[in-house]
């Protein structure tokens, strides 16, 4: 998956990114970022359609709705330009009482736009404003607090839509998720890397114990009835083991499913 921002400027990027480490402040540093190049693009696989129907799948499993369409391809294709260009408009009626009850006027910005399109190379691309970008013209707190809500779930569910295990995000890639460590403020840094290291930890112990528990009652077997008796048991620990790692699968994939797919539905 590959991900740009409009206009590319890697001389910036480095700088701003140099400061955030020394101040310990990355999501500034991607903020500073997004307002320099706010337009964000995503390359994704499949035809336009087969990533709307993607993108109404995971909007539909983040806790949001598709509220409207714009099927801006056919009515071009009214003037005689052929293009391939869909666009969605997503939202969570609660998420939208926040935002209307703090400012009637937020309607103007939502519900979020996202509109996919084909380039003229033929790759297909979803692209957006980050809701940060609208709604920071309405000077409001709890806009900014909600619209930043809403920027990690969008580039949370993007980096979903091209298996990418670490989310977009408005710094890039991997920086992008070490950023998000640091929200929803700075001094949660530290509890959210303990949160992510102990879940690792967690079932790294879990898994351990529960083979080697198996393992040590068939040597205390050996050791006290001989050799053959403990045969029955080395049979059931290959459905223990089956178990296990069934029970492994499904834990990693929550977990994965967690850092991907974090955030508040919004």
């Not at 995503?42 to 949001?64: F, P």
């Not at 408009?89 to 703090?102: H, M, R, S, T, W």
């Not at 309607?107 to 920071?136: C, D, H, M, W």
């Not at 296990?244 to 539905?265: D, K, R, S």
């Amino acid at each position: 998956m590959t991900r740009h921002h409009i206009p590319t400027r890697p001389a910036a990027w480095l700088t701003a990114l140099g400061a955030a480490l020394i101040l310990g402040a990355l999501p500034q540093a991607a903020a500073a970022q997004s307002a320099t190049s706010p337009v964000v693009q995503v390359t994704a696989n499949g035809s336009v359609d087969q990533v709307v129907e993607q993108l109404r799948k995971m909007v539909a499993s983040n806790g949001m709705m598709v509220m409207g369409e714009l099927h801006q391809g056919k009515v071009i294709g009214m003037t005689g330009l052929k293009i391939e260009s869909e666009t969605i408009f997503v939202g969570n009626p609660e998420v939208g009482k926040q935002l209307f009850g703090a400012d009637p006027g937020v309607g103007v910005a939502v519900p979020v736009r996202i509109n996919v399109f084909r380039n003229t190379q033929g790759a297909t691309v979803v692209s957006y404003l980050p809701p940060s970008e609208l709604l920071k013209g309405f000077h409001n707190q709890q806009i900014d607090q909600v619209a930043q809500m809403l920027d990690g779930k969008l580039h949370d569910m993007l980096g979903m839509l091209g298996g990418s295990f670490f989310p977009v995000s408005q710094a890039g890639g991997l920086l992008g998720y070490l950023a998000s460590f640091a929200r929803p403020k700075a001094i949660m840094l530290p509890l959210n890397l303990v949160s992510q290291v102990t879940r690792t930890f967690s079932l790294m112990v879990r898994l351990f114990g529960n083979v080697m528990s198996g393992e040590f009652v068939i040597a205390l077997v050996v050791a006290l009835a001989g050799l053959l008796v403990p045969i029955p048991l080395m049979a059931l620990e290959i459905l223990v083991g089956l178990v296990q790692a069934y029970i492994f699968t499904v834990l990693a994939t929550v977990f994965i499913g967690a850092a991907v797919g974090g955030g508040e539905a919004g």
